[in-house]
Each structure stands twice: as structure tokens, then as C-alpha cells.
């Protein structure tokens, strides 16, 4: 009765609980190809337990890219409770730049309020320590276009009226444009606080983003409209462009 129990255990879980790291990585590829997608979710738990010990082994990151490969991009297909909160430590451990945006790639498929914390926090800290932009801020900056909330727009839109990569305006402005139409009162509150310069530079951002819907662009139009009345006692001034 024992014996046949072990035969209904596929080889595959065998090879990864007795093997080697590289046999526990085939082992993951032989589970992929049967559709069974927890062996990856066990070896993502593994390279997170033996990550300390091993640290960058060229191996352990073979395991930990497969896995995180494996895991697939469809949420609704055979994928576990907390993949998401997994994919969170494998980013805060591994700092192997090809492994993390890897992660950043799959938390879009897998979200989670824990995730787009940590993907704001990153690239606040990034841009607030003016760091050189590289593969893993640019991909988590195109993650928050795809998952971000409320503060991941103010975020981006912060980064973008201060020029913090303004090589990377175009992909920074698309972001926080698939977010803005949520955001309508943190743009408003945004340009109400802003100085003269940074309110012009609003509009101009708002007006030539594509994604961002009429109603907000005539929303600040009327509230800067407003304001030039209100400062010069005529709509006649040069000090803001209305063209939304």
C-alpha cells in the first residue's frame, strides 16, 4: 500500500525534494510541463530560505528565475494564495537586476496592496536618492501605469514635475496617464498648491496626454481660467496657457 502511494507521487516532486538545485530547477521545468505550477511556488518559498546562506549563487539564481518564470502570467490558472506577497519578498531579497524585473513583470499579473507599496516605495527612494535610471526603475514605473493607485499618480506626477528623469518623460507621463482618470482630485489638489511655473507645466502635461479624459483637462482649464480672472481682473493674461 506504501509502495504504491510513492508511485502515485509524480517523479518530478521526488526529484525536487531528494535533488540538487540544478535537479530541483529541471524539476520545476518537468511540473510546468504538466501544468502544475506549485512546485514553482515551493522552490520560490526554497531560494527565499536558502538566499541568506547562499547569497547570489549562480545556481540558486537559475532556481529563483525559473520559478518565477513558471508561475505563468494568468492569474485565474491553478496559481496559490499569496503568490503575490512571495513575488514581494523575492524583490526585497534578490538584487540581481535580470530577477527583479522579472518579479516586477509578474506582480502586474499577480497585485496586491503590499505589492504596489513596495513598487512605490522603491521608486520614491529611487528618485529621491536621484539614482541613474536603469532596467528595474524603469519596469516599476511602467508597473504602476498597469496596478498603481492614488499615490502611485501623485508619485509620478511629482517625479515628472521635478525632473527627476527627464530622458524618461514619455514612459513616466504614459504611467501616470493610465491612472489619472481615477485621480482627478490629486491633480486638482496638485495644481491648486503649485507655484506659477509648476501649474504651467501641469497644464502641459494634462493637455498632450492622450489617456487622460476631457472632463479633467476642462476641469483644470476652468480652475486656472478662474484663477487668471482672479489675479488680473480680466481672462486676458499670458501667464497661463488655457489650450487643454
Given at each position: 500500500f506504501?509502495?504504491?502511494?510513492?508511485?502515485?507521487?509524480?517523479?518530478?516532486?521526488i526529484?525536487?525534494?531528494?535533488g540538487?538545485?540544478?535537479?530541483?530547477?529541471?524539476?520545476v521545468?518537468d511540473?510546468?510541463d504538466q501544468d502544475?505550477?506549485?512546485l514553482?511556488?515551493k522552490a520560490?518559498?526554497f531560494?527565499?530560505?536558502?538566499?541568506?546562506?547562499l547569497?547570489?549563487d549562480?545556481?540558486l539564481?537559475?532556481l529563483?528565475?525559473t520559478a518565477v518564470?513558471?508561475?505563468g502570467?494568468?492569474?485565474?490558472?491553478?496559481?496559490?494564495?499569496?503568490l503575490s506577497?512571495?513575488?514581494v519578498?523575492?524583490f526585497k531579497?534578490?538584487?540581481?537586476e535580470?530577477i527583479?524585473?522579472?518579479?516586477l513583470?509578474?506582480?502586474?499579473?499577480?497585485?496586491s496592496?503590499?505589492?504596489?507599496l513596495?513598487?512605490?516605495?522603491?521608486?520614491?527612494?529611487?528618485?529621491?536618492?536621484k539614482?541613474?535610471?536603469?532596467?528595474?526603475?524603469?519596469?516599476?514605473?511602467?508597473?504602476?501605469?498597469k496596478?498603481g493607485n492614488?499615490?502611485?499618480f501623485?508619485l509620478?506626477?511629482?517625479?515628472?514635475?521635478?525632473?527627476i528623469w527627464p530622458?524618461?518623460?514619455?514612459?513616466?507621463?504614459?504611467s501616470l496617464g493610465?491612472?489619472?482618470?481615477?485621480?482627478?482630485k490629486?491633480?486638482?489638489?496638485s495644481y491648486e498648491?503649485?507655484?506659477i511655473d509648476?501649474?504651467?507645466?501641469?497644464?502641459?502635461i494634462?493637455?498632450?496626454?492622450?489617456?487622460?479624459?476631457s472632463?479633467?483637462?476642462?476641469?483644470?482649464?476652468?480652475?486656472a481660467?478662474?484663477e487668471?480672472?482672479?489675479?488680473?481682473?480680466?481672462s486676458?493674461?499670458d501667464q497661463i496657457?488655457l489650450?487643454l
Open positions: 506504501i509502495s504504491s502511494l510513492l508511485y502515485a507521487v509524480p517523479a518530478y516532486e526529484n525536487f525534494v531528494k540538487n538545485i540544478a535537479q530541483k530547477k529541471q524539476a521545468i511540473a510546468a502544475d505550477v506549485t514553482a511556488v520560490i518559498d531560494c527565499l530560505e536558502e538566499h541568506p546562506l547569497g547570489d549562480p545556481d539564481l537559475n529563483i528565475q518564470q513558471t508561475v502570467t494568468d492569474p485565474q490558472k491553478g496559481q496559490l494564495p499569496g506577497e512571495k513575488l519578498a523575492v531579497s534578490f538584487q540581481t535580470s527583479r524585473v522579472l518579479v513583470e509578474r506582480i502586474t499579473f499577480f497585485p496592496d503590499s505589492s504596489v513596495l513598487i512605490n516605495s522603491f521608486v520614491s527612494d529611487s528618485a529621491f536618492q539614482q541613474a535610471m536603469s532596467p528595474v526603475i524603469l519596469k516599476a514605473i511602467s508597473s504602476l501605469g496596478i492614488s499615490s502611485s501623485s509620478l506626477f511629482a517625479i515628472d514635475l521635478d525632473e530622458a524618461y518623460e514619455k514612459q513616466i507621463e504614459y493610465m491612472l489619472a482618470n481615477s485621480c482627478e490629486e491633480i486638482l489638489t498648491s503649485s507655484t509648476k501649474k504651467i507645466r501641469i497644464i502641459e494634462i493637455a498632450k496626454n492622450e489617456n487622460i479624459s472632463n479633467i483637462k476642462g476641469d483644470v482649464a476652468q480652475i481660467l478662474s487668471s480672472i482672479s489675479n488680473t481682473g480680466n486676458s493674461t496657457p489650450q
